[in-house]
């Protein structure tokens, strides 16, 4: 008995350190693939290429899904991976490209300053910025961001990296004040992916025996809703996260700090629990500024940042934006701070999509100037934002037969600009008062442009079949992960749905395969709740007439997904769309989903009229739920089609891994072989 045990001890050893031996063979691979890809980099500054050509990256990656298909590896891990390797090989060669332009490739030293010490965010940052630029990096770790300034100002550093906006708590506005009077030039910026853990000395602390906290302010307001549930604590604001971690790594028991698992594993802290922070993408958006500015060569994309004031009267700032709008420059982002020693008076911060020295930015910074009373650039730099290349769906599963059946072919919505007259009872919604179709955008999905399928189980029953589906979404082209967590039942001993529980494994199999989610709320004390978690919201059939529930889902900012009532006419769903609409809320999504009729062979009737006549009166995208029209599986596919063939916006569809098993609506569930069929057809 002890010698198998003995040898099996002894053989998982072996295997582990074989395991090691790969890994670092992978590592030595990845690292001649870098030298590689800077050697093209040299050749593209030579021929004056474009860094990206997505072309070339979507072909080497459908070869590298199918070649890891024959080894047996998952596409989706190795689509994830080498997104990933793509991603530093961009950002490597812009930074290469970058130097050149701006003579640095001879730099033997980068001093950096940063906020905080050993193990803050800003520190890694920085690392991730210049682990890609010549030079060895010296860090000057500061206490305060004045002082990350005056370094970079005095010349002791020659770079310094702050933290601008964060996607959870917003824009750092202490460093949009610092720009106000610094001279420095924003010369480069970097993203990184911030995860909040809850540090100790004492291993076995628990969250709820907490007594004393050390946590940076905007790390505190990042993790607001955790710190609200933590109780009675004692708060202690620290200047960076570093400093946080060491006063708890000294402090006596009962301490706790919020910083990263790298910072905590520096100053011997145990992990208590991860993940804190509100929002799940959790990402800081840095600047990197240098007294001189930089020049962004013409073949990487940069980003150009302003800072303007203008006259205090009616109109200034509108005249003033009009600018890129009419040189059709994209602003990312308009930030505004009080200006300083002028109460009352803003600063705007303008970034902008587009390099200081193409010509219709000349001519836009040109304008402006002569129409705001202050004008600043604050730099132009590479912009760090790489849209991942995606793997056509198809590609994904070539195993699936071709599809069978006829294509159907959407027809031509010039009809859709036909003007109908102003309705009685409702105008927001009316082609009359909006001519042209409202497009509506979630994530990496788009509602009322092409044809979008929204796919998924009738309920989120659990963890395993939710993920399953959602895996089966991604994989076959559908861009929407639909799951019902409220469920309206006729009968009160139904299931009624998992509720927030279900929310939560329907928001985290979303997240894991990049697809946003669309849950019923099925009472106006849920709309709050819901609409932090599910990117957009369902409104029942049932429900279609709740007044209060519209009224409250139109101050929600997530699109509705609104049904069409079993009993309602098309000018009553217009109607209920108008509750919406009329409480600010412009993003309406309607859904025929079959009406009662005397016809018992379906479960309802499909009114596919009601598509066309839809999208002549409202300019409000139109999709079709066969599932729940039809009722029965046979029949969902035949109606898919025709919901296309009518112009339909897209579908709302559901499937299930065992329909038979399923805890609702089991008899109108595709299996998943059907599905894949349908997806075969549609994409
Ligand atoms: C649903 O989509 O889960 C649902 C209950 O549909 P309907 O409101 O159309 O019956
Ligand atoms: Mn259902």
Same mark, same amino acid.
């Given at each position: 008995?002890?010698?198998?045990?003995?040898?099996?001890?002894?053989?998982? $050893?072996?295997?582990?350190?074989?395991?090691?031996?790969?890994?670092?063979?992978?590592?030595?691979?990845?690292?001649?693939?870098?030298?590689?890809?800077?050697?093209?980099? $040299?050749?593209?500054?030579?021929?004056?290429?474009p +860094?990206?050509?997505?072309?070339?990256?979507?072909?080497?990656?459908?070869?590298?899904?199918?070649?890891?298909? $024959?080894l047996?590896?998952?596409p989706?891990?190795v689509?994830?991976?080498?997104?990933?390797?793509?991603?530093?090989?961009?950002?490597?060669?812009?930074?290469?490209?970058?130097?050149?332009?701006?003579?640095?490739?001879?730099?033997?030293?980068?001093?950096?300053?940063?906020?905080g010490?050993?193990?803050?965010?800003?520190?890694?940052?920085?690392r991730?910025?210049?682990?890609?630029?010549?030079?060895?990096?010296?860090?000057?770790?500061?206490?305060?961001?004045?002082?990350?300034l005056?370094?970079?100002?005095?010349?002791?550093?020659?770079h310094?990296?702050?933290?601008?906006?964060?996607t959870?708590?917003?824009?750092?506005?202490?460093?949009?004040?610092?720009?106000?009077?610094?001279?420095?030039?924003?010369?480069?910026?970097?993203?990184?992916k911030?995860?909040h853990?809850?540090?100790? &000395?004492?291993?076995?602390?628990?969250?709820?025996?907490?007594?004393?906290?050390?946590?940076?302010?905007?790390?505190h307001?990042? =993790?607001s809703?955790?710190?609200?549930?933590?109780?009675?604590?004692? +708060?202690?604001?620290?200047?960076?996260?570093?400093?946080?971690?060491?006063?708890?790594?000294?402090?006596?028991?009962?301490?706790?700090?919020?910083a990263?698992?790298?910072?905590?594993?520096?100053?011997?802290?145990?992990? #208590?629990?991860s993940?804190?922070?509100?929002?799940r993408?959790?990402?800081?958006?840095?600047?990197?500024?240098?007294?001189?500015p930089?020049?962004?060569?013409?073949? +990487?994309?940069?980003?150009?940042?302003?800072?303007?004031?203008?006259?205090?009267?009616?109109?200034?700032l509108?005249?003033a934006?009009?600018?890129?709008?009419?040189?059709g420059?994209?602003?990312?982002?308009?930030?505004?701070?009080?200006?300083?020693?002028?109460?009352?008076?803003?600063?705007?911060? #303008?970034?902008?999509?587009?390099?200081?020295?193409?010509?219709?930015?000349?001519?836009?910074?040109?304008?402006?100037?002569?129409?705001?009373?202050?004008?600043?650039v604050?730099? =132009?730099?590479?912009s760090?934002?790489?849209?991942?290349?995606?793997v056509?769906?198809?590609?994904?599963?070539?195993?699936?037969?071709?599809?069978?059946?006829?294509?159907?072919?959407?027809?031509?919505?010039?009809?859709?600009?036909k003007v109908?007259?102003?309705?009685?009872?409702?105008?927001?919604?009316?082609?009359?008062h909006?001519?042209?179709?409202?497009?509506?955008?979630?994530?990496?999905?788009?509602?009322?442009?092409?044809?979008?399928?929204?796919?998924?189980p009738?309920?989120?029953?659990?963890?395993?079949?939710?993920?399953? =589906?959602?895996?089966?979404?991604? &994989?076959?082209?559908?861009?929407?992960?639909?799951?019902? =967590?409220?469920?309206?039942?006729?009968?009160?001993?139904?299931?009624?749905?998992?509720g927030?529980?279900?929310?939560?494994l329907?928001?985290?199999?979303?997240?894991?395969?990049?697809?946003?989610?669309?849950?019923?709320?099925?009472?106006?004390?849920q709309?709050?709740?819901?609409?932090?978690?599910?990117?957009?919201?369902?409104i029942?059939?049932?429900?279609?007439?709740?007044?209060?529930?519209?009224?409250?889902?139109?101050?929600?900012?997530?699109?509705?997904?609104?049904?069409?009532?079993?009993?309602?006419?098309?000018?009553?769903?217009?109607?209920?769309?108008?509750?919406?609409?009329?409480?600010?809320?412009?993003?309406?999504?309607?859904?025929?989903?079959?009406?009662?009729?005397?016809?018992?062979?379906?479960?309802?009737t499909?009114?596919?009229?009601?598509?066309?006549?839809?999208?002549?009166?409202?300019h409000?995208?139109?999709?079709?739920?066969?599932?729940?029209?039809?009722?029965?599986?046979?029949?969902v596919?035949?109606m898919?089609?025709?919901?296309?063939?009518?112009?339909?916006?897209?579908?709302?569809?559901?499937?299930?891994?065992?329909?038979?098993?399923?805890?609702?609506?089991?008899?109108?569930?595709?299996?998943?072989?059907?599905?894949?069929?349908?997806?075969?057809?549609?994409?």
């Amino acid at each position: 008995m002890s010698n198998t045990t003995t040898t099996t001890a002894d053989d998982i $050893d072996k295997t582990r350190s074989t395991i090691s031996d790969v890994d670092r063979q992978l590592l030595d691979l990845l690292a001649t693939r870098r030298n590689l890809s800077l050697k093209v980099a $040299d050749s593209k500054i030579q021929a004056g290429r474009p +860094v990206r050509d997505r072309d070339i990256e979507r072909q080497s990656l459908v070869d590298m899904v199918r070649r890891g298909r $024959d080894l047996g590896l998952d596409p989706h891990l190795v689509t994830k991976l080498f997104q990933g390797v793509i991603e530093d090989s961009v950002l490597l060669q812009q930074a290469r490209l970058h130097a050149r332009e701006n003579s640095e490739d001879e730099t033997d030293l980068r001093r950096v300053a940063y906020l905080g010490g050993e193990g803050s965010y800003s520190q890694a940052a920085c690392r991730k910025y210049f682990t890609r630029r010549a030079g060895k990096l010296v860090e000057i770790g500061c206490n305060s961001f004045e002082e990350v300034l005056e370094k970079a100002e005095s010349g002791e550093a020659d770079h310094a990296v702050l933290p601008i906006e964060n996607t959870t708590s917003g824009s750092i506005s202490d460093v949009y004040d610092l720009l106000q009077h610094t001279g420095l030039s924003i010369v480069g910026e970097v993203t990184h992916k911030i995860e909040h853990c809850l540090l100790s &000395a004492d291993a076995g602390l628990l969250p709820g025996q907490v007594k004393t906290l050390y946590v940076h302010p905007q790390v505190h307001a990042q =993790c607001s809703h955790f710190l609200a549930r933590l109780g009675d604590v004692d +708060v202690i604001y620290c200047e960076s996260t570093s400093h946080a971690v060491e006063k708890a790594a000294s402090a006596k028991s009962g301490a706790a700090a919020i910083a990263s698992r790298e910072a905590g594993a520096l100053w011997g802290l145990f992990e #208590i629990k991860s993940d804190l922070a509100n929002q799940r993408q959790n990402h800081t958006r840095f600047i990197v500024v240098a007294r001189k500015p930089a020049h962004v060569p013409e073949t +990487v994309p940069a980003k150009t940042t302003l800072m303007i004031s203008v006259d205090q009267k009616p109109g200034a700032l509108v005249d003033a934006l009009t600018v890129f709008r009419d040189q059709g420059i994209n602003m990312l982002k308009l930030e505004s701070r009080p200006l300083h020693g002028n109460p009352w008076e803003e600063l705007f911060y #303008i970034d902008l999509l587009g390099n200081i020295r193409d010509q219709i930015m000349v001519e836009a910074v040109d304008t402006l100037a002569r129409r705001a009373r202050f004008l600043k650039v604050l730099g =132009c730099y590479p912009s760090e934002d790489v849209i991942p290349t995606e793997v056509p769906a198809e590609l994904l599963r070539e195993n699936v037969k071709a599809a069978s059946g006829p294509k159907s072919k959407a027809p031509e919505k010039a009809e859709d600009k036909k003007v109908a007259a102003a309705p009685k009872g409702w105008k927001l919604g009316s082609r009359a008062h909006k001519p042209d179709n409202t497009i509506i955008r979630v994530g990496n999905a788009v509602i009322g442009e092409g044809f979008t399928v929204m796919a998924g189980p009738c309920s989120v029953e659990s963890e395993e079949q939710v993920m399953d =589906c959602a895996e089966h979404v991604r &994989a076959h082209g559908a861009t929407i992960l639909r799951g019902g =967590c409220f469920k309206p039942r006729t009968n009160p001993y139904s299931f009624q749905g998992l509720g927030y529980e279900g929310l939560d494994l329907l928001k985290a199999a979303g997240d894991r395969h990049g697809l946003p989610i669309i849950t019923e709320v099925l009472a106006p004390d849920q709309v709050t709740e819901v609409a932090k978690k599910s990117d957009i919201l369902q409104i029942g059939a049932r429900n279609m007439q709740n007044f209060p529930l519209l009224r409250l889902v139109g101050r929600a900012n997530r699109p509705v997904l609104l049904k069409r009532g079993m009993m309602a006419s098309l000018d009553e769903l217009l109607q209920a769309a108008e509750y919406i609409l009329s409480e600010g809320n412009r993003q309406v999504i309607l859904c025929e989903r079959g009406i009662r009729t005397f016809e018992p062979a379906t479960r309802n009737t499909l009114d596919l009229s009601a598509v066309p006549l839809l999208k002549q009166m409202s300019h409000l995208p139109v999709v079709v739920d066969p599932s729940h029209a039809v009722g029965r599986r046979d029949m969902v596919i035949p109606m898919v089609r025709a919901a296309k063939a009518v112009g339909a916006d897209g579908i709302i569809v559901e499937f299930h891994p065992k329909p038979e098993e399923a805890l609702s609506d089991g008899p109108q569930a595709l299996t998943f072989p059907m599905f894949e069929e349908m997806m075969a057809e549609l994409v």
